[in-house]
């Protein structure tokens, strides 16, 4: 009998410690949930792939280098002007004068913009401000050396150098390096700021001195610009 409660005692004995060592043992820990991705920041972009998925490329041309019709060249340009106006015509606060077909230049870009969000704009941008700038396109004729004072002396006279530096090359914050640009689009751009065809942001600041130049003087100061080679960086 005694044997008996001594195994019992030792049972019950050996039974509460197990138990007291599972309540004392620590419970897995439980997995934490996995956080969604963060979105993609402007630096993990693709500017370049973004250029030519967006359709960038169709107008303005491999590396933003070879426009065609009277769309500017974006290689080289300031991003955070780049930047400024993809929002712009986005929203619709830049609006061109019209194509052949009667509709704002800018349509057919505002059109895609809903297939760029801002940091794919912001990415875009930064991707073309890198990118080397074209040479200055051949005219023809090509201007003479008097053709080409003559336009700077207007473009100096007009007081474009104010924001866009000397011979077009060291414009202010946010505004565009005109520099090497294509004629044909700075008469149309220059003409349809005078005109109060473009509409957009700044150009209150550039109106009082674009009222100032009739069709010569803006001819002479495209033609000078035009062939302003831009610095390589």
Known sequence: MLRYATGLVAALLISTSAALAQTAAPAPATPAPTEAAAPAAPDALDGKALYASKTCVACHGRNGAKAIQVFPDLAGQDGKYLFEQMND???????????????????????????VNAAERKAIADYLAKEAAPKPRKLEPAPDAARLAEGKDAYAKGGCVTCHGVDGLKPLAGHPHLGGMKRDYLVLQMTEIRDGVRQGAKLKTMLPFAKKLDEAKIAAIADYLSQV????K
């Open 229 to 232: 080679e831009r610095p390589a």
């Open 89 to 115: 015509i986005a929203d619709g606060k830049r609006v061109s004068g019209p194509d052949a077909r009667g509709y704002p230049r800018t349509q057919g870009m505002k059109d895609v913009m809903h297939l």
